[in-house]
């Protein structure tokens, strides 16, 4: 539990203070706005290229050994960023780091659906609050420590101070055991790591349909603090440094809030249930917030509370669908969903180009409909199945 928890707490503060680090590298090398994104692309490709490699290794090598790659990858990083000396050799530290990101999203999330067999919705929501309260705190605490009126600390030893952390986790997992290094396994609550293949589970039917289902709620979730502040300031002229900033940062308060007391109520509620009244909340939400234009900045970063409920609930269904087989099946739901949200933000990209600023963020409307059917779709399927 201590491993779990801890490792997403340093996840949400390591992948979150690129918000400071990275206008920090733009103006030290002085690049260019094309050779940032170009950047920022190399690295999304990196984390989903290794969701996918690490959801190949966890069946063949076992959750622990992922589990300490993931780590090795992030600690190299670390410790080799403050010896490069330019914009690129600096990505390349980065997309090590990006790497160690990929896997452990498929290592915790493997190692949680062989652990929380109980109550799993409630456990998975207060995992996932851990990432969100790393989140909070990461860039906060970045930006205190490079404040010029402050300590001044340069972006590089930013990260360097993050090592200390990420050491205690790693040297704990090296001498924890594992489910699939436990005797006696109860397989009530613990079930050893699957023998089935990651392409096993690309082959499975039903890891399809929890992977689209997936990657559509991935996609909505992540439309608001992507698309959100850019809409506001396209369409009605809001200042991004200010009130698009303010519109992310309550966003994301009102989401870490709902995946520490949302979990309680789902446990009461159900599972299908609260991902049906999720769904139907935000599409209320995403339909009040652009009826009322500017005034909508006000609603919409409601969506935060119900968006969090999608990703920890759904793979809490799919801990009871696939029992000892969850590990590697929800590595490839994850792989899948990961896909398609990447082609969900390029498409509302594309709408935003072709069809006019601002019509992007408004397509989650159809997205969220979708949403409702493929819900619809996927609670007969289950009771089918």
């Known amino acids: 539990m201590f491993i779990l928890f801890g490792t997403m707490f340093i996840f949400g503060i390591l992948e979150n203070i690129k918000g400071v680090s990275y206008p920090l590298i733009k103006n030290e090398f002085n690049v260019s706005y094309e050779s940032l994104g170009t950047m920022i692309l190399i690295l999304s490709i990196s984390y989903t290229l290794f969701v996918i490699v690490s959801g190949i290794l966890l069946g063949r090598m076992g959750t622990k050994k992922v589990y300490l790659?993931?780590?090795?990858?992030?600690?190299?990083?670390?410790?080799?960023?403050?010896?490069?000396?330019?914009?690129?050799?600096?990505?390349?530290?980065?997309?090590?780091?990006?790497?160690?990101?990929?896997?452990?999203?498929?290592?915790?999330?493997?190692?949680?659906?062989?652990?929380?067999?109980?109550?799993?919705?409630?456990?998975?929501?207060?995992?996932?609050?851990?990432?969100?309260?790393?989140?909070?705190?990461?860039?906060?605490?970045?930006?205190?420590?490079?404040?010029?009126?402050?300590?001044?600390?340069?972006?590089?030893?930013?990260?360097?101070?993050?090592?200390?952390?990420?050491?205690?986790?790693?040297?704990?997992?090296?001498?924890?055991?594992?489910?699939?290094?436990?005797?006696?396994?109860?397989?009530?609550?613990?079930?050893?790591?699957?023998?089935?293949?990651?392409?096993?589970?690309?082959?499975?039917?039903?890891?399809?349909?929890?992977?689209?289902?997936?990657?559509?709620?991935?996609?909505?979730?992540?439309?608001?603090?992507?698309?959100?502040?850019?809409?506001?300031?396209?369409?009605?002229?809001?200042?991004?440094?200010?009130?698009?900033?303010?519109?992310?940062?309550?966003?994301?308060?009102?989401?870490?809030?709902?995946?520490?007391?949302?979990?309680?109520?789902?446990?009461?509620?159900?599972?299908?249930?609260?991902?049906?009244?999720?769904?139907?909340?935000m599409m209320v939400l995403f339909s009040v917030g652009f009826a009322l234009g500017p005034s909508g900045i006000y609603v919409l970063p409601l969506l935060g509370f119900f968006s969090a409920i999608l990703w920890p609930t759904i793979l809490a269904v799919a801990i009871g669908h696939f029992g000892s087989d969850a590990p590697v099946m929800t590595g490839a739901i994850i792989a899948i969903a990961g896909l398609l949200n990447a082609g969900i933000q390029f498409i509302i990209g594309c709408i935003n180009l072709w069809v006019g600023t601002g019509w992007g963020y408004r397509s989650c409307l159809l997205l969220n409909l979708v949403l409702i059917f493929l819900l619809m779709g996927f609670n007969r399927w289950l009771k089918e199945h």
């Not at 010896?83 to 690129?88: A, D, S």
């Not at 109550?119 to 490079?146: D, E, R, W």
Request: charged fraction near 10%; proline fraction near 4%; hydrophobic fraction near 55%.
């Open 69 to 281: 790659m993931g780590f090795v990858c992030m600690l190299l990083a670390l410790f080799s960023i403050n010896l490069m000396p330019g914009f690129w050799t600096v990505t390349y530290s980065l997309i090590v780091l990006f790497a160690g990101f990929g896997i452990l999203e498929i290592a915790v999330n493997g190692m949680a659906t062989q652990i929380f067999t109980k109550k799993s919705a409630l456990m998975m929501n207060l995992l996932h609050f851990m990432y969100g309260a790393g989140s909070i705190v990461g860039p906060k605490a970045a930006g205190m420590l490079a404040n010029p009126a402050g300590p001044g600390i340069a972006w590089r030893q930013i990260y360097l101070l993050t090592i200390p952390l990420v050491l205690i986790i790693f040297i704990f997992s090296l001498y924890a055991k594992f489910p699939a290094s436990l005797k006696n396994i109860n397989s009530e609550n613990i079930t050893r790591d699957s023998k089935k293949s990651f392409i096993t589970a690309l082959k499975t039917p039903a890891v399809w349909v929890f992977g689209i289902t997936l990657g559509v709620m991935v996609g909505l979730e992540l439309a608001s603090p992507t698309w959100g502040g850019l809409y506001f300031q396209d369409l009605y002229g809001m200042d991004p440094t200010t009130s698009g900033a303010n519109f992310v940062s309550a966003f994301f308060v009102l989401f870490t809030i709902s995946r520490l007391v949302s979990g309680f109520l789902i446990e009461k509620i159900g599972y299908l249930k609260s991902l049906f009244g999720a769904a139907l909340s």
